[in-house]
Structures are given as structure tokens and as C-alpha cells.
């Protein structure tokens, strides 16, 4: 039971930091594993968020907007 209330307690607090900032709990963990892994493919993160490719491309185009993380162009793809 004390485990239980400070896990609570605990994603109180973090809820509360990120909605100072306007950022999701979701976007948080993309967030993170953004800057564990360096850089990601669209394709690696919804994976990892278990979500939908589009999903995911909102939530990246939502940090983007908001000046959080940047997207390039992968040099290896060619499509348009």
C-alpha cells in the first residue's frame, strides 16, 4: 500500500510539472526517448509508444511547434 501511494503521489507531482510546460505525459516518454536515442524514425516511435504512425506524427509535429524537438529529412529516403 506505501508503494501504491507513492507511485500516485509520484505522477502527481510529474503531471503537474508537465502541464506547466503544456506537454502530455505521452509526449513526455517520446521526449525521453528522443534524447536517450539521439534521433528517431517516426516509424521507431510509434512503435515504442504503441500508437499509430499518424498519431505519432501529430504528437511529434505538436513538440515541434511548441520549438521542443526539430525533424530533418532522413538522407536516406528518397521520397518526396
Do not use: W
Not at 505525459?25 to 521526449?31: D, E, S, V
Not at 505519432?56 to 511548441?66: E, G, V
Amino acid at each position: 500500500l506505501a508503494f501504491y501511494r507513492v507511485g500516485r503521489s509520484r505522477h502527481a507531482i510529474l503531471r503537474d510539472l508537465l502541464s506547466r510546460h503544456e506537454v502530455t505525459p505521452q509526449q513526455f516518454h517520446l521526449l525521453m526517448y528522443i534524447k536517450a536515442s539521439g534521433t528517431a524514425r517516426v516509424t521507431d516511435l510509434s512503435a515504442m509508444m504503441m500508437v499509430s504512425k499518424p498519431t505519432a506524427s501529430r504528437m511529434i509535429n505538436t513538440l515541434c511547434d511548441k520549438g521542443m524537438i526539430r525533424k530533418r529529412a532522413d538522407e536516406q529516403d528518397r521520397r518526396l
